[in-house]
């Protein structure tokens, strides 16, 4: 099969495919096709299946450049995971709306999607899966597009402080700079969907509150995204101690890797605990996302897949 494309941004060629077309050169190497760009055009040749896929990118490559004025490596790469995975990246309907320069936070896989459409149609959503896969990622972006679009008043994230081989009271400094690295990764996550100014201005109006797990005890949260991270580390009773924190008009996103459970051994997580326990429940979802929606750099899905080989192995 043969398509030809004409292309909406041909003064922008450079940009569009690449320096020495390496953008065309990684589309040809990913869907096995031949390109050839001539004057306001783009030919691909191929299966017809993956011809469809090749066009696909190229025409998502061009509305992005449109649209931000950019279009980096990572975005190509992106789009051509994308692709693969059967999603239409600009048309999903799923887009979280954003207040950083990015605009917008986008689902990448299908099973992105799915924890996308299941958080945003229950008040408690259960997401398990490994690592890169964008458990807390996506959780924060949905809470910060509530909060700009004013369906809540406030986020809370929340992490139990459970050391991974080592020892919280040996750590310098005081309580705050003792929990701090527990925490670092939801700092990550909201530092890149609004500017450091705005998140810092949030947090002094309580409107963004980041705090240890065991600083929750005793509180109703009303009207409030409540986000927990690493609740593989959760005990069942401080699970429980957690979801009774729900007030009216909130929504609770609770995230974990249940492949890295830093507990004592034998001891049960909180969050299998919770997940079996609730099952069914009008209201509650749960999302399992596997390898194959890592989104981290393509080498971290390997070290998990290898590491999965060598438990099978021993076990």
Do not use: W
Not at 104 to 127: A, H, R, S, W
């Amino acid at each position: 099969m043969e398509l030809t494309i004409q292309l909406e941004l041909e003064t922008r060629r450079v940009e569009l495919f690449g320096m020495a077309d390496k953008n065309l050169r990684a589309i040809r190497s990913a869907f096995d096709v031949q390109i050839t760009a001539r004057e306001h055009n783009v030919m691909i040749a191929g299966e017809k299946e993956q011809v469809e896929k090749a066009a696909d990118v190229i025409d998502h490559m061009q509305k992005r450049l449109l649209k931000r004025g950019m279009l980096t490596d990572i975005d190509v790469e992106e789009m051509i995971s994308q692709t693969k995975s059967h999603i239409e990246p600009e048309i999903t309907g799923q887009a979280i709306m954003v207040y950083s320069h990015k605009g917008i936070v986008e689902p990448y896989t299908k099973g992105q999607l799915e924890y996308i459409e299941t958080m945003l149609k229950n008040d408690l959503t259960f997401c398990i899966g490994p690592a890169g896969t964008g458990k807390t990622y996506l959780a924060v972006a949905v809470a910060v597009s509530m909060l700009k679009k004013k369906q809540i008043r406030k986020i809370v994230l929340a992490r139990p402080a459970v050391e991974a081989g080592e020892k919280l009271g040996f750590l310098p400094g005081d309580i705050a700079a003792k929990v701090n690295p527990y925490l670092r990764p939801l700092f990550d996550s909201m530092e890149d969907m609004m500017e450091f100014s705005q998140m810092r201005k949030f947090m002094e109006m309580d409107v963004i509150e980041i705090i240890p797990l065991a600083f929750m005890r005793g509180r109703t949260l009303n009207e409030a995204c409540i986000i927990c991270d690493e609740a593989q580390n959760t005990s069942p009773a401080q699970m429980l101690m957690f979801l009774t924190r729900m007030g009216r008009g909130s929504k609770m996103i609770i995230t974990g890797d249940v492949t890295q459970v830093d507990l004592a051994r034998g001891e049960l997580p909180g969050l299998i605990d919770a997940m079996t326990t609730l099952r069914g429940i009008d209201g509650i979802g749960n999302v399992e996302l596997s390898k194959a929606d890592i989104v981290r750099h393509k080498l971290v899905q390997n070290i998990v897949q290898a590491y999965d080989n060598k438990h099978k192995r021993e076990s």
